[in-house]
T-cell receptor, first 115, second 110 residues
Framework: DAGVTQSPTHLIKTRGQHVTLRCSPISGHKSVSWYQQVLGQGPQFIFQYYEKEERGRGNFPDRFSARQFPNYSSELNVNALLLGDSALYLC??????????????FGQGTRLTVV | AQRVTQPEKLLSVFKGAPVELKCNYSYSGSPELFWYVQYSRQRLQLLLRHISRESIKGFTADLNKGETSFHLKKPFAQEEDSAMYYCALRGNNAGNMLTFGGGTRLMVKP
C-alpha cells in the first residue's frame, strides 16, 4: 500500500487564480481530512469528510471548498488565491473518525506557492 | 475552543541526555492526546497516543488532566530522534478534527 497520496507535490500559482489539490486515501479508509501548514507553524484543520459528507469545517473562508468522491478520494479547491494561502497542504485519511483511538495517516503534502 | 501550546520552538540536547518536550492543552471535555513526529523529508506520522499508554522508540507521555499537560519524555536521547514533534488534541466534537501545537524541533547533538 502506497499510503496516502497527494498530487501535485509542488505548485506555483498567481494571486487571484484557483487551485485544485487531490488526495487518495489508504485503501479501506473512508475519511479524509485536509490541513494547512504555514511555514513554522503546526497543521491547521480545514475540512473533514466521511462517507462523502462534510463532517467538519475549520475557520477558513468560503474560498476554500472540498469534496469527496465515491471512491473516497478527495479534492480541495481554493479560489481567488492570496499570497497568504502559500503553505503545505496535508491530507490525512482514517477509518472512522468517530471512533476513539482512530489513527490519522498523513500524505506527503502539496507545497503551494502563490506569487 | 480547543488549543494546544508547545512553548519551545527548539530544543537542543546532547546524545544520552534526557529529553522533555512540553505540551499544554485547553479543552473543556475529555480529549484524546497524540504526539506526531516528522523526520527530515518524511511525512508526519503518529508517535504515540495517550489512550494506548505505550512506549514508542523509548518515548513516553502521560496525560495530566490537572495540569492539562501531555509532555513527551525520553530518558536518553539518540541522534536519530532529531525531528519535528507536534502535540495534537482531538476532541469529541462532530468533526473530530486534530488541533496541533506549533511544534518543537528536537536536535540531538553527538
Amino acid at each position: 500500500d502506497a499510503g496516502v497520496t497527494q498530487s501535485p507535490t509542488h505548485l506555483i500559482k498567481t494571486r487571484g487564480q484557483h487551485v485544485t489539490l487531490r488526495c487518495s486515501p489508504i485503501s479501506g479508509h473512508k475519511s479524509v481530512s485536509w490541513y494547512q501548514q504555514v511555514l513554522g507553524q503546526g497543521p491547521q484543520f480545514i475540512f473533514q469528510y466521511y462517507e462523502k459528507e462534510e463532517r467538519g469545517r475549520g475557520n477558513f473562508p468560503d474560498r476554500f471548498s472540498a469534496r469527496q468522491f465515491p471512491n473516497y478520494s478527495s479534492e480541495l479547491n481554493v479560489n481567488a488565491l492570496l499570497l497568504g494561502d502559500s503553505a503545505l497542504y496535508l491530507c490525512a485519511s482514517s477509518h472512522n473518525p468517530g471512533r476513539a483511538n482512530t489513527e490519522a495517516f498523513f500524505g506527503q503534502g502539496t507545497r503551494l506557492t502563490v506569487v | 475552543a480547543q488549543r494546544v501550546t508547545q512553548p519551545e520552538k527548539l530544543l537542543s540536547v546532547f546524545k544520552g541526555a534526557p529529553v522533555e518536550l512540553k505540551c499544554n492543552y485547553s479543552y473543556s471535555g475529555s480529549p484524546e492526546l497524540f504526539w506526531y513526529v516528522q523526520y527530515s523529508r518524511q511525512r508526519l506520522q503518529l508517535l504515540l497516543r495517550h489512550i494506548s499508554r505505550e512506549s514508542i522508540k523509548g518515548f513516553t507521555a502521560d496525560l495530566n488532566k490537572g495540569e492539562t499537560s501531555f509532555h513527551l519524555k525520553k530518558p536518553f536521547a539518540q541522534e536519530e530522534d532529531s525531528a519535528m514533534y507536534y502535540c495534537a488534541l482531538r476532541g469529541n466534537n462532530a468533526g473530530n478534527m486534530l488541533t496541533f501545537g506549533g511544534g518543537t524541533r528536537l536536535m540531538v547533538k553527538p
